[in-house]
């Protein structure tokens, strides 16, 4: 098969030169045993970065997956365009090829697709809509005549939705799920992840030859991988995977009308290409989103970073930390509605803003001298606890694990079997749910809560943490960057701070949900059982730790990317509109 993506490794130098007689691999197998200290641990961590020479990832063949080793080298992802402009960044050090977005880029969307008719969208969740919308609004800007059309299966609740936003089926816009399938020339499958598993065989059985599937989730590669299988081939396999939830691909793009390149960073990935346009199709498609920038990566890569990061900062983790913390304020005698403000308020607040804008070290440097205290020894209590969860749920994402659970679930959705079915309920009814309510109530407008200095050591914490083991995994910067933090502040957290995370929790995606309600109660109880006993017991703060927190380069390739970032910040009024109705409803 053709591929636009060419992928070679470059090796890392490791930096510990105190154990660099070592081996990489017996470095890697001791690092993660728990009678080492912290010191020690940090310092095997950073030997087995040398592994990687040799190593060659790729996701344009499918395989079984297997669990890549600890200490992987990025892959580098070049690609080759002749409808727009590639550019070269350098982040900490290592070169990446993007596309920057903007609507003054509209009129090159007809040329990049080039033979694509109609383009069919399939679901009405969190991502069709937004989608739809804003590639229909891209092309009628430049007078296109290639059609966006909806479909949907017979029955669904989501025809009245569809059509309040100007589809219907007298202008050809809307129709049914499998007629929609078999006469699109670029089919967006944008149904549930859980659904794509259990109807991939149909819908490839309706596509039409030399036709293009579009991904904004690589979930349907791993499950096809783990059943040993391999999309047909006769089509084309794209991917275009915005990195926030849909409702912030659309307000981002509506509130961006007036400011040219706003909307939410996207990453591509060509898995397979019949006909050379994959690329210009993929690209096309995601400038049409409002896209500010588009970088390379790869299925594989993509849904093992997606997955693991719903699963880690994007919202498992943080319902964790904010569960755990307000217990541990309101035990030590805060109020409720303080500890409420000194967690979720001061997260999904102050610390966001402060980090979408400026950085992890201006959360840092914002702190009075006994703040950076309180935060150091926050940060440093929690750093491997959080490093511990984040790197299992890695390894059970790469090794199919996750995926085959999100199947599974899905299908206990429904009776079957003489068993009864059991959806996801809410979660947002416990005190403290109720207590954040409240205090949304009362919030004067434009409040972002304090910057609690415990709370913000240990959510940059579980952010680094979360960064170190993607990077150690082979991922590339703009990845690591865009899914652990630009995701993270500029499109979940906002929502959470208008609505509450229990409220996010409910109303996200599937995969999302479930990892969110299987992970936190872990991320939960080892902060309490061990990193919170630490910092009781006034144990030594591991000053490499916060050193090398200051010194990480990291932060300077996030400095690079918000440069890039949108233009123009995410609001979420309460009567926000462009958002799913169910996510309307009132709730924590």
Known sequence: MAAAISMTTTSVTPSASL???????????LCFGSSFSPFLRHHLLQIGTSEAAGGRGSALGAQMVSVPSIGKAAPFLDFETSVFKKEKVTLSGNEEYIVRGGRDLFHLLPEAFKGIKQIG???????????????RDSLTAVKSDIVVKIGLRKGSQSFDEARTAGFTEESGTLGDIWETISTSDLLLLLISDAAQADNYEKIFSHMKPNSILGLSHGFLLGHLQSLGLDFPQNISVIAVCPKGMGPSVRRLYVQGKEVNGAGINSSFAVHQDVDGRATEVALGWSVALGSPFTFATTLEQEYKSDIFGERGILLGAVHGIVESLFRRYTENGMSEELAYKNTVESITGVISKTISTQGMLAVYNALSEDGKKEFDAAYSASYYPCMDILYECYEDVACGSEIRSVVLAGRRFYEKEGLPAFPMGKIDQTRMWKVGERVRASRPAGDLGPLYPFTAGVYVALMMAQIEVLRKKGHSYSEIINESVIESVDSLNPFMHARGVSFMVDNCSTTARLGSRKWAPRFDYILTQQAFVEVDKISPINQDLISNFLSDPVHGAIEVCAH?????????????????????QSSN
């Open 19 to 29: 154990f660099k007689t070592l081996n990489p691999r017996v470095a890697r197998s």
């Open 121 to 135: 969208v399939i679901g009405w969740g969190s991502q069709g809509p937004a989608q739809a919308q804003n590639l």
């Open 564 to 584: 890039l970032r949108p233009t123009v910040d995410i609001s979420v009024p309460p009567d926000a509109d462009f958002v799913r109705p169910e996510l309307r």
